[in-house]
């Protein structure tokens, strides 16, 4: 029964840590026409492939750039042309954005491979101001948002009702057996 209650309470740890770090991101804005950067934490020093690619409209994923070691960046197709500028300090990484516009906004990912084991960063950019009808501005950014968030919901209740379904289970099945034993 002792290793039961452990269990049980070492899974609701894990899944709680699940759920917080999934609805975990940066949110950073910026005007049309400002420079921004993106920063997440090198916990994985020099042994790692550091990258950043942008997830737009949840469809489209694009390679921004990616470092091997710590040596010199390399920017992906599409990203070369001098507005983008990653780089390392101490334990942060960066990404830098020059003279931003609209079509910039997204979720970037700040990734490291090491080990083989890849962990990821999230950043949503959020940028206002450009040419968008009056009105119109954050209409995408805010059912994007919602989207997020239903999901993000969606995912923490499914889990929670099959851990629920999980601990009934085996409280039935300690109790019978505890019935059996006591015959």
């Not at 950043?123 to 919602?146: A, C, I, Q």
């Not at 995912?155 to 851990?163: P, R, S």
Request: aromatic fraction near 8%; include cysteine.
């Amino acid at each position: 029964m002792k290793s039961f209650t452990l269990i049980a309470a070492l899974t609701l740890c894990s899944f709680s840590w699940i759920s917080a770090s999934v609805s975990q991101s940066q949110t950073v804005e910026a005007q049309s026409g400002e420079g921004v950067t993106l920063r997440c934490n090198n916990t994985h020093n020099n042994g790692a492939v550091i990258f950043w690619f942008r997830l737009v409209d949840r469809t489209e994923v694009s390679c921004v750039s990616v470092m091997i070691h710590s040596k010199e960046a390399k920017y992906c197709e599409g990203f070369q042309n001098g507005k983008f500028e990653m780089g390392i300090s101490n334990n942060t990484v960066s990404l830098k954005m020059h003279f931003v516009v609209k079509s910039d906004a997204g979720l970037y990912f700040c990734g490291f491979y090491t080990g083989g084991i890849i962990t990821f960063s999230v950043t949503r950019l959020n940028v206002k101001g450009g040419n968008e009808p009056p009105g119109d501005e954050d209409s995408g950014d805010k059912r994007e948002s919602g989207g997020i968030a239903m999901l993000t919901s969606v995912i923490v209740g499914a889990l929670t009702v099959v851990l629920v379904l999980v601990i009934i289970g085996l409280v039935v099945k300690v109790r019978k057996l505890q019935t059996e034993s006591a015959l």
